[in-house]
T-cell receptor
Framework: KAGVTQTPRYLIKTRGQQVTLSCSPI?????VSWYQQTPGQGLQFLFE???????NKGNFPGRFSGRQFSNSRSEMNVSTLELGDSALYLC?????????????FGPGTRLTVL | AQSVTQLDSQVPVFEEAPVELRCNYS??????LFWYVQYPNQGLQLLLK??????LVESINGFEAEFNKSQTSFHLRKPSVHISDTAEYFC????????????FGIGTKLQVIP
């Protein structure tokens, strides 16, 4: 099975712009979670989508949004970028049901805001 | 709500020496515990997990972790490290009893010195 893929891998934007990141989960997985990773903060949970519905949400401002399509692919959007949004954005997919939250991570998208 | 504390942000250790990466968690309910590893420019990979049963769990590459409920700890150990173990290690916790959100620690960078 192919793993989780994220595009693009690297992105450079300027303050005030918006950005869209894409995540393709492992075939058959219905859950996609997004995390922001920064030095000193670790992984901060953004949100999780399951069967096109947002199931869980972290404590991020409304500038961060996401969606999931019927094929389970997910996109994350950040509007009005700030310098502090520079981070590695990780996507993780999983079956979405079961004994525990089994997650498989993609390589991430490195976003730099200038 | 649960939380995870990784006390050491960086741990340097000489090759073939033993290592322990510390993880403490806080939760008012039963939990599942995980260790993930992140190699440079890659996403996170599950290293090992504790769901129930034996409190000592092992990975295929020689790491082990012990769940200690009284001390609310899940420390990761390896008796002899290799250069290839250089990576960042994340402890994570989730509420047990089905599919739940996962909370990650801030990570510990293990640097193996030749």
């Amino acid at each position: 099975k192919a793993g989780v893929t994220q595009t693009p891998r690297y992105l450079i934007k300027t303050r005030g712009q918006q950005v869209t990141l894409s995540c393709s989960p492992i075939s058959g997985h219905r859950s996609v979670s997004w995390y922001q990773q920064t030095p000193g903060q670790g992984l901060q949970f953004l949100f999780e989508y399951f069967s096109e519905t947002q199931r869980n949400k972290g404590n991020f401002p409304g500038r961060f949004s996401g969606r999931q399509f019927s094929n389970s692919r997910s996109e994350m959007n950040v509007s009005t970028l700030e310098l502090g949004d520079s981070a590695l954005y990780l996507c993780a997919s999983g079956p979405g049901t079961g004994t525990y939250n089994e997650q498989f991570f993609g390589p991430g998208t490195r976003l730099t805001v200038l | 709500a649960q939380s995870v504390t990784q006390l050491d942000s960086q741990v340097p250790v000489f090759e073939e020496a033993p290592v322990e990466l510390r993880c403490n968690y806080s939760s008012s309910v039963s939990v599942y515990l995980f260790w993930y590893v992140q190699y440079p420019n890659q996403g996170l990979q599950l290293l090992l997990k504790y769901l129930s049963g034996s409190t000592l769990v092992e990975s295929i590459n020689g790491f082990e972790a012990e769940f200690n409920k009284s001390q609310t700890s899940f420390h990761l150990r390896k008796p002899s490290v290799h250069i290839s173990d250089t990576a960042e290690y994340f402890c994570a916790v989730t509420r047990s009893g089905g599919y739940q959100k996962v909370t990650f620690g801030i990570g510990t960078k293990l640097q193996v010195i030749p």
